[in-house]
């Protein structure tokens, strides 16, 4: 399957999206050039490596499926959700102690800890700027902001706790579900999708899980920090039914063989996994087409999406 950049492309041609990609790119470049010169650098690393796009596609799909003007007039929007996004990645790559993002080294690693914490806050300051004049995205994007970080805090505080899938869900739903409603709110310019928005979110999140598990097993990497950090992903619920995989889940230590087990008892879920986001993507497809005037973007992106966990 292909990933990053090339993902992405294929995506925003069955979007009808390629143009509207590229005035955001231009909106990102030219926002670069006006940042302070203390924080450029690290500003543009960023918001560099291959992101996939899946969050401004969410706002293009979104309004071109309900409303009836050019998707172009939502690329302030879509620039606006991809600084806040990219804080989000920031602050996560912090918590987890993550040594690399998009395949580069994090912020954090590249420049320190107050740079990176310094850069997160100046992409919220000028996410809000962009929005100054427009008191309906000022409102949803601050409901995002709180949301996150209530998601963060939540997730946390729920590790190595022996949850369930439902548990999963709520965790899923506001840690990723958030972002991706509060694009389909702003794309839209109403309500009328954000449940779609959030089922699509929880599909991303969960995909990503059961993604980062496969990436264990072939490519030597990826889903190790949600191990040993304790995250509850959706392996690792449907894992934890099993009592001593429970047990071990609950135990806070680096002991190899201890999370060696536990990757091994989440990989053996790796199928029913996929047919619980088989079930949250059909969800996402009933709620397009039961809300969207033009339905076939939005189908587009869960399908796009529910490739992720077999990449």
Not at 118 to 143: I, Q, T, W
Not at 199 to 207: I, N, P, S
Request: with cysteine; hydrophobic share 45%; charged share 30%.
């Amino acid at each position: 399957m292909t990933t990053g950049l090339a993902a992405s492309g294929d995506l925003m041609a069955r979007l009808g999206a390629l143009a509207e990609i590229q005035l955001l790119r231009e909106r990102v470049a030219a926002w670069l050039e006006s940042v302070d010169d203390e924080l450029r650098e690290s500003l543009t690393w960023a918001l560099s490596g291959t992101p996939k796009h899946f969050r401004p596609a969410t706002v293009f799909a979104c309004h071109r499926a309900v409303r009836e003007t050019p998707a172009s007039e939502a690329v302030d929007v879509a620039f606006a959700v991809e600084l806040v996004h990219n804080m989000s990645l920031i602050i996560d790559d912090v918590l987890d102690g993550s040594d690399e993002r998009r395949r580069i080294a994090t912020v954090e690693r590249k420049f320190g800890r107050l740079t990176a914490l310094m850069a997160s806050g100046y992409l919220v300051a000028d996410a809000f700027d962009a929005f100054a004049d427009d008191p309906f995205a000022v409102r949803h994007l601050s409901e995002l902001l709180r949301r996150l970080g209530v998601a963060e805090c939540l997730q946390w505080r729920l590790r190595r706790r022996p949850l369930g899938v439902e548990d999963w869900r709520r965790i899923a739903g506001e840690d990723t579900g958030s972002m991706f409603e509060i694009c389909a709110v702003l794309g839209a310019r109403s309500e009328r999708l954000r449940r779609y928005g959030h089922l699509l979110g929880v599909l991303y999140h969960g995909c990503d899980d059961v993604g980062d598990q496969r990436g264990l097993e072939a490519l030597g990497g990826g889903g190790d920090e949600d191990i040993r950090d304790g995250i509850v992903t959706l392996p690792a619920a449907l894992a934890i039914r099993d009592a001593d995989i429970r047990e071990l889940f609950r135990i806070d230590d680096d002991d190899q063989e201890r999370l060696a087990i536990l990757a091994d008892a989440f990989r053996a879920q790796l199928d029913e996994a996929e047919r619980v986001l088989d079930r949250i993507a059909e969800s996402a497809r009933a709620e397009a087409k039961r809300f969207a005037g033009d339905a076939e973007p939005l189908l587009a992106l869960v399908d796009q999406v529910r490739q992720l966990s077999r990449r």
